[in-house]
């Protein structure tokens, strides 16, 4: 599968961006997605994540209660909705894909990668 993000920027502190992840080339509803950050410096973390039908959600706990993760398996997308922002959310946004859930990410096991999408919030 491929992958796509979309939808960063420049951003004040408290405000919000949408980003999507525009999947292509095999079954989206096959794969759990998830959401993925690196700031400069820093190790890959795990933001968000979400099975096949969207019935379960996970986050890290910095975004808990700000951040939205959802799919749309008719349109092959999954999205972030991400509130009140912080310049620690600062870093370069990447989506994810694997075949099977656990309730636990980590970027060894994710199969597919998208090209990530910067995102910046300034204070």
């Known amino acids: 599968v491929q992958l796509q993000a979309s939808g960063g920027g420049l951003v004040q502190a408290g405000g919000s961006l949408r980003l999507s992840c525009a999947a292509s080339g095999r079954t989206f509803s096959n794969y759990v997605m998830g959401w993925f950050r690196q700031a400069p410096g820093k190790e890959r973390e795990f933001v968000a994540g979400i099975d096949w039908s969207g019935g379960s959600t996970d986050y890290t706990d910095s975004v808990k209660g700000r951040f939205t993760i959802s799919r749309d398996n008719a349109m092959y997308t999954v999205y972030l909705q991400m509130n009140s922002l912080k310049p620690e959310d600062t870093a370069v946004y990447y989506c994810?894909?694997?075949?099977?859930?656990?309730?636990?990410?980590?970027?060894?096991?994710?199969?597919?990668w998208g090209k990530g999408t910067q995102v910046t919030v300034s204070s």
């Open positions: 994810a894909a694997r075949t099977y859930y656990s309730g636990s990410y980590f970027p060894g096991s994710m199969d597919y």
